[in-house]
T-cell receptor
Framework: QKEVEQDPGPLSVPEGAIVSLNCTYS??????FMWYRQYSRKGPELLMYTYSSGNKEDGRFTAQVDKSSKYISLFIRDSQPSDSATYLC?????????????FGIGTKLQVIP | NAGVMQNPRHLVRRRGQEARLRCSPMKGHSHVYWYRQLPEEGLKFMVY????????ESGMPKERFSAEFPKEGPSILRIQQVVRGDSAAYFC?????????????FGPGTRLTVL
C-alpha cells in the first residue's frame, strides 16, 4: 500500500464547476498537508498548506484535512480554464529533525471553456 | 529574487554516458532536495542536502547516483553509466533554514532522455 493515494484522473469539468480533489494516506505521523499545482513542463508550485485537521480557505480554493479518516481534499470554486493543471497532494512528517515530504501521484484536471 | 534555477532544461545522453544536473537554490536558501518524476509514479524523493552535507539520501538508488552541494556553487546530481530507465524529469527544490513548516520551492526541472 502506498503511503499517499491519489486518483490520477484525468478529470474534465466545465468552466464554472466546483472541483473536488482528494487524497488518502496511511501514515498517521503526517503533520502538514499541502496542495501543489503543476502546469505541463513546469515545476510544482505550492497552493496551500494546513497543519493538522481543519479547513483553510484562500480565494477560490479550500483545503480540508480529516486526520481521523486520513483523508484530505482540495475544492476549487468557479473553476477556470487557467486552473487546468495537475494537482499534487503532499504530506510531511518530522524525520530526524526535518519535515520529510511525500507526494501523491497527482490528478490531472482539465477545465473546459 | 530569482527562483530555483536548473540546467540544463533538457539533456540527451546515450546509454553508458554520464549525466550531470545542476541546481541553484533561491537566494537565502541553504537546503536542497532532489526529486525524480515519472508519469506512472509521480514525484519521488531522492536526496536532501545542506551545504557540504548529505542529510537524507534514503531515496537515492544505491549505485550510479550521487549528489553534492558544495560550499560554493550549485548542487549537482550525477548519474553515471546512464540506462534507459533513468529517463525522467528531475526536479530540484530549495527551502530556507528550517522553520516548523518545510515549504519547498521547485525549479523548472531537467528532462533527461537516455537513448
Amino acid at each position: 500500500q502506498k503511503e499517499v493515494e491519489q486518483d490520477p484522473g484525468p478529470l474534465s469539468v466545465p468552466e464554472g464547476a466546483i472541483v473536488s480533489l482528494n487524497c488518502t494516506y496511511s501514515n498517521s505521523a503526517f503533520q502538514y498537508f499541502m496542495w501543489y499545482r503543476q502546469y505541463s513542463r513546469k515545476g510544482p508550485e505550492l497552493l496551500m498548506y494546513t497543519y493538522s485537521s481543519g479547513n483553510k480557505e484562500d480565494g477560490r480554493f479550500t483545503a480540508q484535512v480529516d486526520k481521523s479518516s486520513k483523508y484530505i481534499s482540495l475544492f476549487i470554486r468557479d473553476s477556470q480554464p487557467s486552473d487546468s493543471a495537475t494537482y499534487l497532494c503532499a504530506m510531511s512528517y518530522n524525520s530526524g529533525g526535518y519535515q520529510k515530504v511525500t507526494f501523491g501521484i497527482g490528478t490531472k484536471l482539465q477545465v473546459i471553456p | 529574487n530569482a527562483g530555483v534555477m536548473q540546467n540544463p532544461r533538457h539533456l540527451v545522453r546515450r546509454r553508458g554516458q554520464e549525466a550531470r544536473l545542476r541546481c541553484s537554490p533561491m537566494k537565502g536558501h541553504s537546503h536542497v532536495y532532489w526529486y525524480r518524476q515519472l508519469p506512472e509514479e509521480g514525484l519521488k524523493f531522492m536526496v536532501y542536502l545542506q551545504k557540504e552535507n548529505i542529510i537524507d539520501e534514503s531515496g537515492m538508488p544505491k549505485e550510479r547516483f550521487s549528489a553534492e552541494f558544495p560550499k560554493e556553487g550549485p548542487s549537482i546530481l550525477r548519474i553515471q553509466q546512464v540506462v534507459r530507465g533513468d529517463s525522467a524529469a528531475y526536479f530540484c527544490a530549495s527551502s530556507p533554514p528550517l522553520v516548523a513548516y518545510n515549504e519547498q520551492f521547485f525549479g523548472p526541472g531537467t528532462r533527461l532522455t537516455v537513448l
